[in-house]
């Protein structure tokens, strides 16, 4: 069974920019939760689709929003960059419930903003 | 609220020693307890799960522990490797808000030959 993958793995955009990040979960895993991890910072969690629908969310500015399509696949967007939003983003898949299944993680996407 | 707090923050130890790395919480109620490994630049992968009922499980040279009446958990890794140097996180599943992941900080552990 292929992992989690992640597109791209690497990106740099400018600041003021969008930018959106794909996510293809484990074929049959059905939930998908994102991440943001900084250095020196742990794990900052944006949110987290099931079948479609966003079921929780952190504590992030509306610039970042995400989906989920029917295929589980999902993507991340954030819009008009900021310098602090250089970050790795990692996406992580479960088979359901996040909370009650072990989750796999991608490799991440580096984003740097400038 | 929440939490789940790790010790030490950092740690360095010589290959083939042993080390113990902490993990307190105060999520309540408890669903299960992760240990990840997260590599320089990688996502974290996945080294045990514990639930409620489970007090010790392994994978390998790593050990967990889980106390659910003291809400602590260790992970103990045995005869250490340069590979072995990583960060450590703790995962803790549950809350009210249904079974929300809680993450500690990390400990990040540098094996010297």
């Known amino acids: 069974k292929a992992g989690v993958t992640q597109t791209p793995r690497y990106l740099i955009k400018t600041r003021g920019q969008q930018v959106t990040l794909s996510c293809s979960p484990i074929?049959?895993?059905?939930?998908v939760s994102w991440y943001q991890q900084t250095p020196g910072q742990g794990l900052q969690f944006l949110f987290e689709?099931?079948?479609?629908?966003?079921?929780n969310k952190g504590n992030f500015p509306g610039r970042f929003s995400g989906r989920q399509f029917s295929n589980s696949r999902s993507e991340m967007n954030v819009s008009t960059l900021e310098l602090g939003d250089s970050a790795l983003y990692l996406c992580?898949?479960?088979?359901?419930?996040?909370?009650?299944?072990?989750?796999?993680f991608g490799p991440g996407t580096r984003l740097t903003v400038t | 609220k929440n939490q789940v707090e790790q010790s030490p923050q950092s740690l360095i130890i010589l290959e083939g020693k042993n080390c113990t790395l902490q993990?307190?919480?105060?999520?309540?109620?408890?669903?299960?307890l992760r240990w990840y490994k997260q590599d320089t630049g990688r996502g974290p992968v996945s080294l045990t799960i514990?639930?409620?009922?489970?007090n010790t499980k392994s994978n390998g040279r790593y050990t967990a522990t889980l106390d659910a009446d003291t809400k602590q958990s260790s992970l103990h890794i045995t005869a250490s490797q340069l590979s072995d140097s990583a960060s450590y996180i703790c995962?803790?599943?549950?809350?009210?808000?249904?079974?929300?992941?809680?993450f500690g900080g990390g400990t990040r552990l540098m094996v010297k030959p």
């Open positions: 992580a898949s479960c088979r359901s419930e996040t909370g009650s299944h072990e989750q796999y």
């Open positions: 074929s049959g895993h059905r939930s």
């Open positions: 689709y099931f079948s479609e629908t966003q079921r």
């Open positions: 993990c307190n919480y105060t999520v309540s109620p408890f669903s299960n």
């Open positions: 514990m639930t409620f009922s489970e």
């Open positions: 995962v803790v599943s549950g809350g009210n808000a249904g079974n929300m992941l809680t």
